[in-house]
Each structure stands twice: as C-alpha cells, then as structure tokens.
C-alpha cells in the first residue's frame, strides 16, 4: 500500500493551496481517508476526514476554511485549504483507514496506512 501526498509549498496569509493524496495497493473506495498534521515538538493533529460515503469531519481549527473531498475512479483524496493562516504552517499527512467511526477517525493510531508527508509554509 502506498499513498503519495503532494502540492505543499510556500504562500502568504489569506492564500489557497490544494493537497492531493493518491492511494494505491488498497481498495481506496472503502477505506475512510484522513488528513493530518504536524509540527516539530508536537503531536501529529487531526484536519479531516472522509469516509468511504463521502461523510466528512473537520478540526474546529480548520471547519470553514479547508475541504476534504476524494475521487474514488482516481483513488485520491484532496484537501482543499483556504484562507490560510501560518498556524496552519505544518508537515501534511495523508492516511487511510478501515475504520468508519468518525470520532474514533479523529486519532492517528487508529489509522492503517500513511503517505510521506508535503510541507505547508504560510507567511505573514
């Protein structure tokens, strides 16, 4: 299994940036899709979520300024993220799940497969 994050990078405060995360090697239409993030010296931290019905689930810190959605015919999940703050600046992970429990979703060990990680660098 593997899932390859992508389209981190560099922008201003009250920028946009889209995070792409495609899955392969796993039956991507059933497994629930999450996005989390990380700083150095803190816990990785739950974004969103989407389950394999497209239900979705989002941080407070994020509700109204990011959108998780997912393509299952490309087997990639997005994370559109809006109005960026540089709170927001951290290392993006992409994971997928078995799990359908959204409030169990919400914690990372309860996550099977992860991708790599793509930075996110928002400027004042």
């Known amino acids: 299994v593997q899932l390859q994050a992508s389209g981190g990078g560099l922008v201003q405060a009250g920028g946009s940036l889209k995070l792409s995360c495609v899955a392969s090697g796993l039956t991507f239409s059933g497994n629930t899709i999450g996005w989390f993030r990380q700083v150095p010296g803190r816990e990785r931290e739950f974004v969103a979520a989407?389950?394999?019905?497209?239900?979705?689930n989002y941080a407070d810190s994020v509700k109204g300024r990011f959108t998780i959605s997912r393509d299952n015919a490309k087997n990639t999940a997005y994370l559109q993220m809006n109005s960026l703050m540089p709170d927001d600046t951290a290392v993006y992970y992409c994971?997928?799940?078995?799990?359908?429990?959204?409030?169990?979703?919400?914690?990372?060990?309860?996550?099977?497969?992860w991708g790599q990680g793509t930075l996110v660098t928002v400027s004042s």
């Open positions: 989407t389950r394999y019905n497209s239900d979705t």
């Open positions: 994971a997928a799940s078995r799990q359908i429990i959204m409030s169990v979703l919400r914690a990372p060990q309860h996550y099977d497969y």
